[in-house]
């Protein structure tokens, strides 16, 4: 044998197969072959006590839309009707933010930097909404001179 220590032996007693990428089975542990990988092919006896919590799915509340554990056996509508007589709260809307000029809707705030007000996406520049208290131009700093902005856009223009 090349790789004596690669793979290792089905654990159930009949088989003794080498394999070499062995299942672990959830309940006893032990490591089988693909054909006795299941539970019940192996005779496992831990998996039987074990057996009424395995399965089950789930379930989604229509209202809250919460994800609904059902477990095997149990019914998924008895399973939602239960959880709404429980105190199911319905999801809440989403908010609507209202534009301050043409009182459109939007499902998310645009406030405009300037004048602090909510706009839609068609008025969101100050030039759109003609926002009044637009700040005075940024200034930069060329050498000791404080320098506005448009002041220098405008002298490139004129040259």
């Not at 070499?20 to 192996?42: I, N, V, W």
């Amino acid at each position: 044998m090349e790789f004596p220590t690669l793979g290792k032996q089905c654990s159930y007693p009949l088989c003794r197969q080498l394999d070499f990428l062995p299942f672990t089975c959830d309940d006893c542990k032990d490591s089988f072959c693909l054909e006795h990988r299941r539970p019940g092919d192996h005779e496992c006896a831990s998996a039987q006590a074990h057996e009424p919590t395995k399965g089950g799915h789930t379930a989604t509340c229509p209202l809250c839309s919460q994800i609904l554990p059902v477990p095997a056996g149990q019914d998924t509508n008895a399973r939602v009707e239960a959880h709404i007589s429980s105190g199911c709260t319905k999801k809440s809307a989403i908010k609507v933010h209202k534009c301050d000029k043409c009182k459109a809707s939007e499902s998310f705030p645009i406030i405009c930097k300037d004048c602090g007000n909510n706009y839609c996406l068609r008025h969101r520049f100050f030039s759109d909404h003609a926002c009044t208290r637009r700040l005075a131009p940024p200034r930069r700093q060329v050498g000791p001179f404080l320098i506005d902005s448009h002041i220098t856009k405008t002298a490139v223009k004129a040259k």
